[in-house]
């Protein structure tokens, strides 16, 4: 495997991030989905989900040396998909409970969409501008940074690849299927959650 710090998955929710984590995990790398907080993600060799995306300039300069894996996915599936997930997420009354979990969390939400409850007219233009800053921020980091579809089919090889290893003789995960939020998981081998 190549030299690096950290791998952080910064890809939106709902690109496959949590299939980006288990592909980790089953690569050797333990890797937190969802990090609640910087102890987390100092924690783990990898972290992933919104919680990373919004803060990926910030880890770069925190942990350099590290990997970035950017999850895309098409517009109309996306939007979808995400309006589904925040529409689940407004049902938790939890959500909204002032602790330092949350906060880590829903300052999540407002870099990335703008509001701690984002209106669905907001999601897309959020999408590129995420994806520009991505673009702009790795424009001469060559090497540094991994464009990926899960959700379309690419996996082992071009991740692999990106990581100088082996393609392992299993399939890809393809997690999150019609789920709509996974708290805080730590995806291990075998698929076994923990906190």
Same mark, same amino acid.
Do not use: H, I, R, S
């Given at each position: 495997m190549r030299p690096f710090n950290k791998i952080f998955g910064i890809g939106l929710s709902k690109t496959g991030t949590h299939s980006l984590t288990t592909a980790l995990d089953q690569l050797g790398v333990p890797t937190v989905h969802w990090p609640t907080s910087m102890q987390q993600i100092c924690a783990f060799r990898g972290a992933t989900d919104t919680t990373v995306s919004c803060r990926f300039k910030e880890l770069d300069q925190i942990f350099s040396g590290s990997l970035f894996i950017y999850t895309e996915r098409d517009q109309y599936n996306w939007l979808r998909s995400v309006a589904q997930h925040f529409r689940c997420l407004s049902k938790q009354k939890s959500r909204f409970r002032t602790t330092s979990d949350n906060v880590f969390a829903l300052e999540a939400d407002i870099r990335i969409y703008g509001g701690i409850v984002p209106k669905a007219d907001w999601f897309w233009e959020s999408y590129l501008k995420h994806q520009g800053a991505v673009e702009q921020y790795f424009a001469n980091k060559v090497g540094q940074l991994l464009r990926i579809r899960i959700t379309e089919? /690419?996996?082992? /090889?071009? $991740?692999?690849?990106? $990581?100088?290893?082996?393609v392992p003789n299993v399939p890809f995960p393809h997690l999150g299927k019609r789920r709509h939020f996974a708290s805080n998981s730590r995806v291990q081998v075998g698929g076994a959650r923990g906190r």
């Open positions: 089919g /690419e996996g082992w /090889e071009k $991740l692999c690849t990106f $990581l100088d290893v082996p």
